[in-house]
Antibody, heavy 117, light 113 residues
Framework: QVYLVESGGGVVQPGRSLRLSCVGSEFTFRAYGMHWVRQAPGKGLEWVAVISSDGSKTSYVDSVKGRFTISRDNSKSTVYLQMDSLRPEDTAVYYC??????????WGQGTLVTVSS | DIVMTQSPDSLAVSLGERATINCKSSQSLLYSSDNKNYLSWYRQKPGQPPELLIYWASTRESGVPDRFSGSGSGTDFSLIISSLQAEDVAVYYCQQHYSTPFTFGQGTRLEIK
């Protein structure tokens, strides 16, 4: 059974930074692309970012470009989301998920980020 | 960006009856190099993360009950639940992995009639 465990969420003031982490286990982490997806309270899913298996390629949704950075450390089976210049509209549950077969086949339980003064 | 539009927004179906959810993309999701449609379906039960049901438009994920099926190609796709069970009460999403950003549909809320 694949496990993905996110951490690092919390309450932060607008304009501040936060770094999310997601540790994967029970699969060959270095072989798969990894995604971050978010869900604002009571809203639908929004894809945020993806990183290739070796970390050489990344892509972001426009609303976070220049503010968020996805990275990974395959030696630690961990993917990160560095979130800078946070805005109230970034408030959401952030999920990490594992890419496979043109989809995302496993998801973590999510970590809540609240941006509020 | 590819826009994904689901219909209906909500649906109420009796237990044991068929439920159909539609998803339309603003451009074709058929990748010519492998002849696969990069369209997937997810179920999100209340308070839980999404779970993958269908990938490549019509391939059922391992462990997913066979009452779930996916169809369609190009820009028009459907998720069919052949006989609705109580545990299928959820919000269902389609997502494209054809090009970034990998956009989702707005979701379809499925309830028991």
């Amino acid at each position: 059974q694949v496990y993905l465990v996110e951490s690092g969420g919390g309450v932060v003031q607008p304009g501040r930074s936060l770094r999310l982490s997601c540790v994967g286990s029970e699969f060959t982490f270095r072989a798969y692309g990894m995604h971050w997806v978010r869900q604002a309270p009571g809203k639908g899913l929004e894809w945020v970012a993806v990183i290739s298996s070796d970390g050489s390629k990344t892509s972001y949704v426009d609303s976070v470009k220049g503010r968020f950075t996805i990275s990974r450390d395959n030696s630690k089976s961990t993917v990160y989301l560095q979130m800078d210049s946070l805005r109230p509209e970034d408030t959401a549950v952030y999920y990490c998920s594992k890419g496979a077969r043109g989809a995302t086949d496993y998801w973590g339980q999510g970590t809540l980020v609240t941006v509020s003064s | 960006d590819i826009v994904m539009t689901q219909s209906p927004d909500s649906l109420a179906v009796s237990l044991g009856e068929r439920a159909t959810i539609n998803c339309k993309s603003s451009q074709s999701l058929l990748y010519s190099s492998d002849n696969k449609n990069y369209l997937s379906w997810y179920r999100q039960k209340p308070g839980q993360p999404p779970e993958l049901l269908i990938y490549w438009a019509s391939t059922r994920e391992s462990g997913v009950p066979d009452r779930f099926s996916g169809s369609g190609s190009g820009t028009d796709f459907s998720l069919i639940i052949s006989s609705l069970q109580a545990e299928d009460v959820a919000v269902y999403y389609c997502q494209q992995h054809y090009s970034t950003p990998f956009t989702f549909g707005q979701g379809t809320r499925l309830e028991i009639k």
